[in-house]
């Protein structure tokens, strides 16, 4: 499997329970994190690592996500007789030249691994990546997809993304057991789900990024409802490393969970503290409300 990877799926046709009742109208993936939605971050670190062709896996609510790629005509005809080119630019390169959009339609929730199943006849028998548009991931340096990208193309391996978490936190994510990790990379032996801390084989927890190899479509076609009745990417990925080299990768840079609200703001955050506009005010902004707002009484 070495060969560089030109496709991208991003399974966004989840329900986005946890950010009820904004996702009744506006899916997750469109929350902005200043003036960009979170679909639109990991389809930058996509194109970067150098896919053209990005898989969208949608459901029937999802019109926004389309329409967000699609081409604004009005808009784009008042921005340019208003004279506003700066911002028509913004609006006209949300794809850049070249890289070509297609929506798949999951018809039901049934789980991660059924959503990146639906991407199978597009992707064909080709190696790809899978990113969840929840997982911000922000580096100075090179995204963490390109990053994965090179390092599977030297190795051949399929690599999926890892950070340390706190051990009693294995409980929220897939772990990993590897052999021979040297710090950034290793070969995976096993994988579970949500393990209790007590039975977590270690504390590398799985992230929303992964370079794929197509066999796992023909594993997840035969992958059966797992953990909350889904059919999990991770069952299919278990399955897969008794056939083929799986690889942990730890990514240089930092994850927020932006499916969370806690970690929505933390990127919210971050974000406005490394904006060449906003970094001076939002620092004061930050440190005002410190002073000025007590904690809410429990
Ligand atoms: P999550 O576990 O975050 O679920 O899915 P969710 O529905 O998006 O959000 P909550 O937990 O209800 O708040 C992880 C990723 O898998 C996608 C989601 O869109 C998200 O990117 N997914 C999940 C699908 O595309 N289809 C599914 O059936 C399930």
Same mark, same amino acid.
């Given at each position: ?19 009820? !009742? ?6 997750? @993936? ?16 996509? *194109? @970067? ?87 911000? *991931? ?14 599977? @193309?030297? %190795? ?15 409980? %929220? ?23 209790? !801390? ?46 083929? !080299? ?29 904006? @060449? ?17 007590? !904690?809410?009484?429990?």
């Amino acid at each position: 499997m070495s060969k560089r990877i030109r496709k991208a799926v991003f399974p966004v046709a989840g329900l986005g329970t946890r950010f009820l !009742p904004a996702t009744k109208t506006v899916p997750k @993936e469109m929350l902005p994190i200043i003036d960009r939605p979170l679909i639109q971050y990991a389809v930058d670190e996509a *194109i @970067e690592a150098g896919c053209d062709t990005l898989i969208f896996v949608t459901n029937r609510y999802k019109h926004a996500v389309a329409d967000y790629f699609d081409k604004a005509y009005e808009l784009e005809q008042k921005l340019e007789r208003a004279g506003k080119i700066e911002q028509l630019e913004l609006v006209r390169h949300v794809l850049p030249h070249g890289v070509r959009a297609v929506f798949v339609t999951q018809t039901e929730a049934l789980g991660l691994g059924h959503a990146v199943l639906c991407a199978k006849a597009i992707v064909g028998d080709e190696p790809f990546a899978v990113l969840l548009p929840d997982d911000l *991931i922000w580096n100075r340096g090179d995204g963490a997809l390109k990053q994965m990208a090179d390092a599977a @193309e030297k %190795s051949g391996a399929s690599m999926i993304a890892v950070e340390d978490v706190p051990r009693d936190q294995t409980g %929220s994510y897939g772990i990993v057991a590897t052999e021979a990790f040297n710090g950034q990379q290793g070969r995976i032996s096993a994988i579970v789900e949500k393990p209790d !801390p007590a039975d977590a084989p270690s504390t590398l927890a799985v992230v929303g990024r992964y370079v794929l190899s197509p066999t796992v479509f023909d594993l997840l076609e035969s992958t059966t409802p797992g953990a909350g009745g889904e059919i999990q990417l991770t069952d299919a990925i278990a399955r897969l490393l008794k056939q083929e !080299p799986v690889d942990a990768f730890r990514f240089a840079g930092t994850r927020f969970d932006c499916g969370t609200h806690i970690g929505l703001i933390e990127a919210t955050i971050r974000y406005a503290l490394d904006h @060449e506009k906003l970094s001076e005010a939002a620092r004061k902004m930050i440190q005002d409300a410190l002073d000025e707002v007590p !904690p809410a009484a429990a």
